[in-house]
């Protein structure tokens, strides 16, 4: 059995829905999916300073969040992800970790359309407030995805392009 996993059982007094299964804790696979998600800029960014603040905090919410109850099996990651921009508008207050999830959203493939989308829904059932902070935070990270594209599409059209006339290759 590989140490970093582990699959919590339930009290003997309890019992699973027969569809339902523990969910395990992989260090490895949640730092694997944080990565794929997130990106380096999260893992260098975000957990490196909180494991200075409140040293093992980011490995405990890495493994049990993102190698726990992302590794369920039910849902897709991508209904995961509009599941967690639900919830964090709902909860309103946390907009850094709202910007993270539409950032992961458009990551996995949803569109600018679909995140507006699942915040727009919302208005009725977490009130109007909450979902206009939450499209407010989508709209910033739109610009800010915006401004990353051209950037790499400046850098790639300067290494394409061919040195100054005359120069020696």
């Not at 594209?149 to 790639?156: S, Y």
């Amino acid at each position: 059995m590989n140490p970093a996993v582990t699959t919590p059982t339930p009290p003997a007094d309890r019992t699973l829905d027969a569809g339902l299964v523990p969910a395990p804790f992989d260090r490895a696979a949640g730092y694997a999916l944080l990565a794929e998600l997130a990106g380096g800029r999260t893992l260098s960014g975000t957990l490196g300073p909180l494991d200075g603040l409140a040293p093992g905090f980011a490995d405990w919410i890495v493994t049990a969040l993102f190698g726990g109850t992302y590794q369920r099996p039910g849902l897709a990651l991508r209904d995961r992800q509009v599941a967690n921009l639900a919830a964090l508008t709902a909860l309103g207050g946390v907009e850094p970790q709202l910007a993270d999830h539409v950032r992961n959203s458009l990551r996995i493939g949803l569109t600018r359309t679909e995140v507006t989308e699942v915040l727009v829904h919302l208005a009725p059932y977490v009130g109007v407030p909450k979902a206009l902070a939450g499209l407010r935070v989508a709209a910033a990270v739109f610009t800010e995805a915006e401004a990353e594209a051209e950037t790499e599409a400046e850098a790639a059209a300067a290494a394409e392009a061919p040195g100054p006339a005359g120069a020696a290759e």
